[in-house]
């Protein structure tokens, strides 16, 4: 497409305009949603303001001196036959202006940084939503002390509500990286690193982890579900009701058969050891993700897959074959059973 593109254009300046326009293109697209060009919260609005700042005035500096430059080229470039030019040492003014025009101009860049720097590190008042954020190897864990829940890899927050990120690691150095909303914060056993975001629209943004931690770093990605404040609550609401089992459905007119041989395999199976399938009071430090919830996430297996049955069961079967070196070891779980803990995973 690319070669395409570029093939159309004729000649080398062409090509470059070309190339630079598909460049540009891929700022700040809706295509690529993982941009901090793209602000959809406060926090981002700063940074993001405070990089519009810095290159307004780098794009001044840069056409002045340019333009000066070019000028002194062209109206007083030696000619044949000129005589030796007049010999200048030292000139007060003039290095006055240019010791005096740049100190202004960095301390026009510095206020509004020191600003920024303070803005983003000051610590949330009682009124945000605390979300504790723990970092294990490869995936993410989110507790919500305020409504004693627990969820993983994909974060619910209500738009228009400041949340609060306690954030620490189970394992290695972390960073938690919100591109849209925040900023990257390294996490740390045994260290608590803070960050704050409000979300202002509505939407389902990717971020990721943006700290090498082992084999499957790049597979230790996450979601920020920012839903109106009704939604949100009703998904507060809902995450209260999961632990209990669900009633029969016309699906599954034969008492959920296939539900609860899935619950019988998810504790003869050794899963239940590592993972919870209750939101509600989850305890700390269990080793695998929490489940409640899994079949309305997006993605499993910290963005690995999408979440679809097959991919579950495939998942379950094989999850050393699909991200090698993760904590979860294969079980020998037959494809039957896969499709039962696909049925009690999805509370099907
Ligand atoms: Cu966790 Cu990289």
Same mark, same amino acid.
């Given at each position: 497409?690319?070669?395409?593109?570029?093939?159309?254009?004729?000649?080398?300046?062409?090509?470059?305009?070309?190339?630079l326009?598909?460049v540009l293109?891929?700022c700040g697209? #809706?295509?690529?949603?993982?941009?901090t060009l793209?602000?959809?919260?406060?926090?981002?609005?700063i940074a993001d303001d405070l990089l519009d700042t810095t290159v307004r005035w780098a794009l001044l500096v840069f056409v002045l001196v340019e333009g000066v430059l070019l000028?002194?080229?062209?109206? *007083?470039?030696?000619?044949?036959?000129?005589?030796?030019?007049?010999?200048?040492?030292?000139?007060?003014?003039? #290095?006055?202006i240019w010791t005096v025009v740049p100190a202004l101009i960095l301390a026009a860049i510095a206020v509004p940084t020191v600003r920024a720097i *303070?803005?983003?590190?000051?610590?949330?008042?009682?009124?945000?939503?605390?979300?504790?954020?723990?970092?294990?190897?490869?995936?993410?864990?989110?507790?919500?002390? #305020?409504?004693?829940?627990?969820?993983?890899?994909?974060?619910?927050?209500?738009?228009?509500?400041?949340?609060?990120?306690?954030?620490?690691?189970?394992?290695?150095?972390?960073?938690?990286?919100?591109?849209?909303?925040?900023?990257?914060?390294?996490?740390?056993?045994?260290?608590?690193?803070?960050?704050?975001?409000?979300?202002?629209? #509505?939407?389902?943004?990717?971020?990721?982890?943006?700290?090498?931690?082992?084999?499957?770093?790049?597979?230790?990605?996450?979601?920020?579900?920012?839903?109106?404040?009704?939604?949100?609550?009703?998904?507060?609401?809902?995450?209260?009701?999961?632990?209990?089992?669900?009633?029969?459905?016309?699906?599954?007119?034969?008492?959920?058969?296939?539900?609860?041989?899935?619950?019988?395999?998810?504790?003869?199976?050794?899963?239940?050891?590592?993972?919870?399938?209750?939101?509600?009071?989850?305890?700390?430090?269990?080793?695998?993700?929490?489940?409640?919830?899994?079949?309305?996430?997006?993605?499993?297996?910290?963005?690995?897959?999408?979440?679809?049955?097959?991919?579950?069961?495939?998942?379950?079967?094989?999850?050393?074959?699909?991200?090698?070196?993760?904590?979860?070891?294969?079980?020998?779980?037959?494809?039957?059973?896969?499709?039962?803990?696909?049925?009690?995973?999805?509370?099907?």
């Open positions: 497409m690319l070669l395409r593109i570029v093939g159309r254009c004729s000649s080398r300046w062409t090509t470059a305009l070309c190339l326009a598909l293109a891929g697209s #809706e295509q690529y949603p993982q941009t793209l602000p959809r919260g406060d926090f981002a609005k000028y002194a080229i062209f109206r *007083f470039r030696g000619r044949p036959g000129d005589p030796e030019p007049h010999q200048t040492h030292g000139n007060t003014t003039v #290095e006055i *303070f803005q983003t590190n000051a610590v949330p008042g009682k009124e945000a939503l605390t979300i504790e954020v723990v970092g294990h190897q490869w995936w993410w864990e989110f507790r919500y002390p #305020e409504y004693n829940l627990t969820t993983a890899n994909e974060m619910h927050v209500p738009m228009g509500r400041m949340v609060s990120l306690r954030m620490g690691s189970n394992d290695v150095i972390h960073s938690f990286w919100v591109p849209q909303f925040a900023a990257k914060r390294d996490v740390f056993a045994n260290r608590e690193t803070r960050m704050w975001f409000t979300a202002q629209v #509505e939407g389902d943004y990717p971020g990721q982890c943006a700290e090498f931690c082992g084999i499957q770093h790049g597979r230790m990605a996450h979601r920020i579900k920012a839903q109106k404040p009704e939604e949100f609550q009703a998904w507060v609401a809902h995450m209260q009701t999961l632990g209990a089992k669900p009633a029969a459905t016309a699906a599954a007119p034969a008492g959920n058969a296939k539900y609860t041989e899935g619950e019988k395999l998810f504790t003869a199976k050794g899963c239940i050891a590592c993972h919870s399938m209750v939101a509600v009071n989850s305890p700390k430090g269990m080793v695998g993700p929490n489940l409640a919830n899994v079949g309305a996430r997006s993605y499993l297996a910290a963005g690995t897959l999408k979440n679809t049955d097959e991919n579950l069961a495939r998942w379950i079967r094989d999850p050393q074959g699909i991200k090698k070196g993760v904590l979860m070891p294969n079980l020998g779980v037959t494809e039957a059973e896969a499709q039962a803990l696909v049925a009690y995973l999805r509370r099907k």
